[in-house]
């Protein structure tokens, strides 16, 4: 297995140097990431499973920006998202019951209702408001869309970009691939003091399989012909980038219960029973017969690692520059009979034991990071991401701020 | 006939398993698989393995299209709870994850 080319990798023109952690621990950088960065970016908030006909609503934090998001489905099936915000004072709309299904909300303060349009349609004793117009005292709006099931929303109804023009090349790549016949069966949630570079980088390469991992997943993952899992490859967009994972250990002996889930239908890594024929050209464009799964980190805080018949997405929510709260949803194909049900659970389970495994390391790297041992630090080329998406952060605050 | 903790006739033989372990949802799975001792877990996964097959077996016969009978619901459960604790027989040695975050700050939603 052999490293990256290094013409991919200056031809970025990410250098090769350390670097430096200010980022990482500075409040003064995370509150200009905050109000530059996650004001002003396109960011996930749900999966389509969770308002799928008219009359749904689901209620999402946005804990990076101190607020919540009204997502709703209206009576044309058209998505609408709104600041779960009432527009008399301030109080939250939806309290309580964060998914359902309704025509409409009503402010359990004044009895303020709005309708699935989020326009403000009944205000109880409205004589009583001078120089008040009702239009102009809907529910405040965010613009959203969606992309492979994903809904992404901006914190303004007029993002400068759709959502397609944001997502740009990773679209054109990996759209109408595995994600869109998935569907969630797991979600976990961890607040965790770390901050939020630090903690996505613990997902962007394979270098720590073999010493974090070991008890659980080197044992499938390192190859004698690949013994530090390399990436298959990388490709670095303008804001995003994707990694392709490698696996697969023609000498792992299987547990008897990866034999099970083999034979019953649970889903694997790899090809699996389905193959590569029918990934976009954009997943494991190499077609490299011990593929795992590919990293698509979509900038710059939702991350979807794509297998062939799987899939994992990663929230990173910033809410200082040393605390994290992170949502992971798991995606599987519909089980057509209970075995598949049963052996489905095994991957569900495994990698929850993992992520436990993975995010054990963040919290004492970002304290010694806080102590200012390290001014900055050396990455390989097998951590080209991550130097990446520190570069696409500096640039994009570099560029606020001119 | 308790159906909150009998198992169709074939499994019969695994009744007394089912207070412990035929359990609704990875949550509480994976509380049952914290709150249990090792040897304990290896006996529930041992006598658990030597009827796995049979069990998926069964339970292959009947599509996620018709909800489950409550004995089949006991018998699925109990069969999740297996794969609940393969992790920690198979790989771990231990009903935690060794070097783990901890898993009470670690929530499992859904």
């Known amino acids: ?402 | 006939m308790n159906t909150a903790t009998s198992l169709p006739a074939e499994f019969s033989d695994l009744t007394d398993l089912t207070n412990d372990w035929a359990l609704d949802g990875m949550a509480a799975l994976n509380r049952a698989r914290l709150q249990h001792s090792m040897a304990e877990i290896d006996t529930f996964y041992q006598r658990m393995l030597e009827r796995m097959d049979a069990i998926m077996s069964y339970l292959q016969g009947l599509p996620t299209s018709s909800p489950l009978a409550p004995m089949d619901r006991n018998l699925y459960q109990l069969a999740c709870a297996y794969m609940e604790v393969a992790p920690a027989v198979e790989l771990f040695r231990d009903p935690d994850v060794p070097d783990g975050f901890p898993a009470e700050r670690f929530v499992i939603l859904e």
């Open chain 1, 1 to 402: 297995m052999s490293a990256l080319p290094t013409t991919e990798l200056t031809g970025a023109g990410l250098g090769f140097g350390p670097v430096p952690v200010e980022p990482c621990v500075s409040p003064a950088y995370f509150a200009a990431e905050r109000e530059h960065l996650f004001r002003k970016a396109w960011m996930n908030v749900a999966h389509r499973s969770e308002v799928p006909n008219p009359g749904d609503y689901v209620v999402k934090p946005l804990p990076t920006l101190g607020v919540e998001v009204l997502l709703v489905r209206d009576k044309a099936g058209q998505l609408g998202a709104y600041y779960n915000v009432c527009t008399h004072r301030n109080n939250k709309v939806v309290r309580g019951s964060t998914r359902g299904n309704c025509k409409g909300f009503s402010c359990g303060f004044h009895g303020w209702r709005y309708d699935l349009q989020g326009r403000l349609v009944d205000v109880p004793d409205e004589e009583q408001f001078i120089e008040f117009d009702k239009q102009d005292y809907g529910l405040r709006q965010l613009a959203v869309d969606s992309w492979e099931n994903f809904i992404f929303v901006f914190p303004t109804p007029d993002p400068p970009m759709t959502l397609r023009q944001w997502l740009g090349e990773i679209d054109v790549d990996i759209a109408g691939g595995p994600l869109t016949n998935l569907i969630p069966t797991a979600r976990f949630r961890a607040e965790v003091n770390v901050n939020w570079k630090v903690f996505s980088d613990a997902f962007c390469e394979g270098y720590h399989v073999g010493y974090i991992h070991k008890r659980s997943l080197a044992g499938s993952f390192i190859s004698e012909s690949n013994p530090h899992c390399h990436i298959a490859g990388v490709r670095l967009y303008q804001h995003h980038s994707i990694v392709s994972i490698l696996g697969g250990n023609p000498k792992h002996i299987p547990t008897p219960t990866e034999l099970l889930v083999g034979k019953f239908g649970g889903g694997s890594y790899g090809a699996g029973a389905t193959g590569f024929d029918h990934l976009p050209k954009g997943l494991n464009p190499e077609r490299d017969p011990s593929w795992n799964f590919d990293i698509v980190n979509v900038f710059p805080n939702f991350a979807v690692h794509v297998g062939a018949d799987f899939a994992y997405s990663y929230n990173f929510w910033p809410v200082a520059a040393d605390r994290t709260i992170w949502d992971v949803a798991i995606y599987q194909r519909p089980p057509n009979n209970w075995s598949e049900a049963v052996a489905l659970n095994y991957m569900r389970v495994l990698l929850r034991d993992s992520l436990r495994e993975d995010v054990n390391t963040t919290e004492d790297a970002q304290q010694n990071l806080n102590a200012g041992i390290m001014q900055a630090i050396p990455l390989s080329q097998q951590e080209v991401v991550l130097r990446h998406r520190y570069k696409v952060v500096e640039r994009w605050l570099a560029q606020a701020e001119q």
